[in-house]
């Protein structure tokens, strides 16, 4: 199975600054065809979770431009411009590319 | 509007069965892939079963596989899992989710199984 390891935020995060989630895949996530078959969905307090980030950088539809993925096939971070109240909750990357389909462990981003 | 609605959670004995149901409206059902992912209390996310969309195709994780079956009807819009020999680890808010390509696009409220004696 691939294991997802995500990383801890340097809590709480002042409102208006960026903040940065790391996750790593024990395995690359690239696939034949070019994509990166890495999602980011963020679970707010007492929510269902949402989709954010597909492909790696893709925003899915209606997501605020502050949200941007980037990096290779293992490493992948998630960055979050100008954190405002809405965008905290639990924020969690999960593989696509083989089954079973994992998750990491999720991080708790907290705003002072 | 893509509505995904779950129904069936409740208490159960260890050992005993349940059948969660997955509503689904908004969109055309016969068209998509779903899923079932789940999310004990105070943890994360775990995907449960995935189905293709006729149904003739079904994914599991190990700690489902045998006990677990996911099916559809799309007469109805339908989704369902079946859970068999449940267990206390089996405690979870189980979720029904869309998959769109290669993530769970849409995701639905949620319903609470809770194995306890």
């Known amino acids: 199975d691939i294991v997802m390891t995500q990383g801890a935020l340097p809590n709480p995060v002042p409102s208006g600054e960026s903040a940065s989630i790391t996750c790593q895949s024990s395995?690359?996530?690239?696939?034949?065809?070019?994509?990166?078959?890495l999602n980011w969905y963020l679970q707010r307090p007492g929510q269902s979770p949402q989709l954010l980030i597909y492909?790696?950088?893709t925003r899915a539809s209606g997501v605020s431009d502050r949200f941007s993925g980037s990096g290779s096939g293992t490493d992948f971070t998630l960055k979050i411009s100008s954190v405002e109240a809405e965008d905290v909750g639990v924020y969690y990357c999960?593989?696509?590319?083989?089954?079973?389909?994992?998750f990491g462990g999720g991080t708790k981003l907290e705003l002072k | 509007e893509v509505q995904l609605v779950e129904s069936g959670g409740g208490l159960v004995q260890p050992g005993r069965s349940l059948k969660l149901s997955c509503a689904a409206s908004?969109?055309?059902?016969?068209?998509?892939?779903m899923a079932w992912v789940r999310q004990a209390p105070k943890k994360g996310l775990e995907w449960v079963a995935t189905?293709?969309?006729?149904?003739?195709?079904?994914y599991y994780p190990d700690s489902v596989k045998g006990r677990f079956t996911i099916s559809r009807d799309n007469a109805k819009s339908s989704l369902y899992l079946q859970m068999n020999s449940l267990k206390s680890e089996d405690t979870a808010t189980y979720y029904c989710?869309?998959?769109?390509?290669?993530?769970?696009?849409?995701w639905g409220q949620g319903t609470l199984v809770t194995v306890s004696s």
């Open positions: 395995k690359s996530l690239l696939h034949s065809n070019g994509k990166t078959y």
């Open positions: 989710a869309r998959r769109d390509y290669t993530s769970f696009a849409y």
């Open positions: 908004g969109f055309t059902f016969s068209n998509y892939y």
């Open positions: 999960q593989q696509f590319l083989e089954y079973p389909r994992t």
């Open positions: 189905i293709s969309t006729s149904g003739s195709r079904t």
């Open positions: 492909w790696m950088s």
